[in-house]
């Protein structure tokens, strides 16, 4: 009898090797089970040999027909079968003949995850094509975090499978156990389509998680995903909640934009337009969407914020204020990076409206130039210095000078603030 063609019979070897093996007590091939597992769990493609193979030796089709497994044998730990390797790993025609050779359609392994459930977050449509149509569970949870193929499909955004499992009944706003929906999900990931889709079958645009009371327009405004917020703002979400119910690690998602990461002035705008508040303020620390903007050294969001009349000498509940963050801060890239005219978020910060450049904390009496001066920033406190020269000897609750806190570090960036702050009339000793 002819043998498979050349390169095409690695695995179904290992597994003729088998077929002789010991039944074990309750009639299954327990070996030829986990080698059928494993065969299936690889990139298979049985149908791309340079000659056919003859049916004898394929190698699903000898393991089913012939009796070397049972089709819905179990790994031992996982409770996976062949079913849920195949339709995980995307094999449509060893799915089909599972099935043709008895496969159940619908098996739940150790953490309640069916072949469907798996086949959706890895977007393989027609293996979830397929068992939809042999009647499986659409809603089957997760045992750990209780999210449903729904949920996979659209975190990882596969729209048509979306699109699939709604046109099957799928409801469209399920929550897992931290209160997250597939419209939350997908509008973190910033899946915009998916996004509308959802919201066209009536998922809720203002569910909030669990843990933090986050909606999904907080995700989609602080990752930066500009047409999922568009979308989101389309069916009626807020760029500024109307109550603040948010601690300080969820302040509203006008604020995350200012601070996100890399900022997104478009996105800013955007809200600007929908009538976000300025001026806003997360209520366990008085930061507003400038403190955030100053901090993270977004020099066109930090404009745009004095433009639209944001308070430019606003208060944390600790006394810094965006300017203080910025000399503080100084994100190299970032906070003295000149725009095209020459201006950075510190020079906007401190020139524009009337700002208290000597504005001390709260705490330790300090100034934007005591920030600098420990911080290293000589650019930022040149820039102090020249729009309020007198606060060269200010002292703050300790007695401390810009030139003393300079004093304190050995690094070339301190010893060049030294000798700057004396050449303009610093005193050596207080």
């Known amino acids: 009898m002819m043998g498979p063609p050349s390169g095409c019979n690695g695995p179904l070897d290992s597994l003729q090797s088998r077929r002789g093996a010991q039944q074990s007590i309750d009639g299954t ?8 597992n494993s065969l299936l ?23 089913s027909d012939f009796g070397f497994v049972d089709v819905n044998a179990p790994a031992i730990e996982s409770r996976r079968t062949p079913i849920h390797q195949a339709a995980q790993n995307g094999h449509l025609k060893v799915v089909e003949l599972l099935l043709e050779h008895g496969a159940m359609a619908d098996p739940i ?49 596969h729209l048509r499978i979306v699109e699939l499992l709604l046109s099957y ?19 973190q990931q910033g899946h915009a389509k998916i996004v509308r889709r959802l919201l066209e079958a009536d998922a809720r645009v203002d569910v909030t998680s669990y843990d933090g009371s986050r909606q999904p327009i907080h995700q989609a405004a602080q990752n930066g995903h500009l047409e999922t917020v568009q979308v989101l703002l389309d069916f009626g979400a ?13 302040p509203s998602p006008f604020w995350l934009a200012c601070g996100s990461t890399n900022g997104n002035t478009d996105i800013v705008k955007l809200f600007l337009h929908h009538g976000a508040d300025v001026n806003f303020s997360v209520a366990s620390s008085g930061k507003k969407p400038l403190h955030a903007a100053a901090y993270r050294g977004h020099v066109d969001i930090t ?20 300017l203080m963050l910025a000399s503080q801060e100084e994100k190299s890239a970032n906070v003295n990076a000149e725009e095209k005219d020459g201006a950075t978020s510190l020079w906007i910060a401190s020139q524009q409206g009337h700002t208290e450049i000597q504005l ?6 300090r100034r934007p130039i005591h920030q600098a001066a420990q911080n290293g920033h000589l650019s930022v406190l040149q820039m102090l210095l020249k729009a309020a020269p007198e606060d060269i000897n200010a002292e703050d609750k300790n007695g401390a000078t810009p030139l003393l806190l300079a004093a304190q570090e050995n690094q070339p960036r301190y010893l060049a603030i030294m000798n700057h702050l004396i050449s303009m009339g610093a005193k050596a000793s207080v």
Not at 360 to 365: D, G, I, N
């Open 29 to 36: 091939n327990m070996d030829a089970s986990m080698q059928f």
């Open 169 to 187: 009944g799928a409801a469209p706003d399920p929550t897992d156990n931290s209160g997250i929906t597939p419209l939350w999900s997908a509008a």
């Open 360 to 365: 001390p904390t709260r705490s330790a009496q």
């Open 109 to 157: 392994d150790s953490d309640h995850i069916t072949p469907l459930w798996s086949a959706a977050q890895e977007g393989h449509y027609d293996i979830c094509k397929l068992l939809l149509e042999n009647d499986v569970a659409i809603e089957v949870e997760s045992s750990d975090a209780a999210r449903r193929p729904m949920h996979q499909a659209a975190q990882c955004g």
């Open 41 to 63: 769990s690889q990139p298979l493609d049985l149908d791309t040999c340079d000659n056919p193979i003859p049916s004898t030796f394929d190698p699903i089709f000898s393991a």
């Open 303 to 322: 404009r745009l914020l004095i433009e639209r009349g944001c308070n430019v000498d606003a208060k944390e509940d600790d006394g810094w204020t965006a």
């Open 238 to 250: 807020k760029a500024t909640p109307e109550e603040d119910s948010f601690d300080d690690t969820t």
